[in-house]
């Protein structure tokens, strides 16, 4: 089953500072049809204006992953992490027994960015944040994994839960698969261009929830950036 949820039917807020398109109930936007997907609870697609942002705010129990597509966005939380993370990097965040952060666009331009919570394997535990670069150039025609709660994905960045966060790039006409066992929920977003996966059409910041595909095959229509959740 693919399951597309087009860009411009998502639920979604507008404060004047930040647009946000969501693509899971979040807020005030509930739909009792689209709470999580799987371990997959939040995937926010939101426009920060410059010199913005979220202040001080409390989390716990939730791995939070920030994929920047434009501009670049500053953290700082209680325990005393502070980044910057520019288009093209990740951050993660594993609010664990609780912390708190706050995220600044700091930058003279919008920034745009994808944020995804992930329910985690086991409450509690020791918040932590951490963040990487992960150069275009290294994903273009096939997936890397940028953030995982498995061992074997050592070049990732490390999240508590049974999932894992994948990023691409596609030329016009390129074709990449993904295979994931049975029993998986795949969450696919084109950052940008268009995609056919097994020949079903996905545009920019349209959403396909995926299961029970036994392969994907994922063709660009055009020019694309790719974002994937594996997720139990």
């Not at 501009?71 to 993370?85: M, P, Q, V, W, Y």
């Not at 990449?176 to 268009?194: I, M, N, Q």
Request: net charge negative; proline share 6%.
């Amino acid at each position: 089953m693919i399951d597309v949820r087009p860009f411009d039917e998502l639920g979604g807020a507008d404060h004047g500072w930040l647009k946000a398109r969501h693509h899971f109930s979040f807020a005030e936007y509930h739909d009792p049809r689209k709470m999580s997907w799987g371990a997959l609870r939040v995937w926010n697609d939101d426009e920060i204006a410059p010199n913005t942002g979220f202040p001080p705010h409390p989390h716990a129990d939730m791995e939070i992953v920030t994929y920047v597509r434009k501009g670049a966005i500053t953290h700082k939380d209680s325990l005393g992490n502070e980044g910057r993370t520019e288009a093209g990097d990740v951050q993660v965040m594993s609010a664990g027994s609780g912390i708190r952060h706050a995220e600044y666009n700091l930058e003279p331009e919008t920034t745009t960015l994808f944020q995804i919570w992930i329910q985690p394997t086991a409450k509690g535990g020791q918040p932590g944040w951490g963040a990487k670069p992960f150069p275009k150039g290294d994903r273009s025609g096939r997936f890397i994994t940028l953030a995982s709660g498995f061992a074997d994905d050592t070049d990732a960045l490390p999240i508590r839960t049974d999932a894992r966060v994948l990023g691409a790039t596609l030329k016009q006409g390129e074709s990449t698969d993904y295979d994931a066992p049975a029993g998986r929920h795949l969450y696919l977003v084109p950052a940008s261009g268009a995609v056919e996966i097994n020949g079903v059409r996905v545009n920019a910041r349209d959403g396909a929830a995926i299961t029970g595909e036994p392969g994907l095959t994922i063709k660009a229509l055009e020019d694309s950036e790719l974002v994937l959740v594996d997720a139990a």
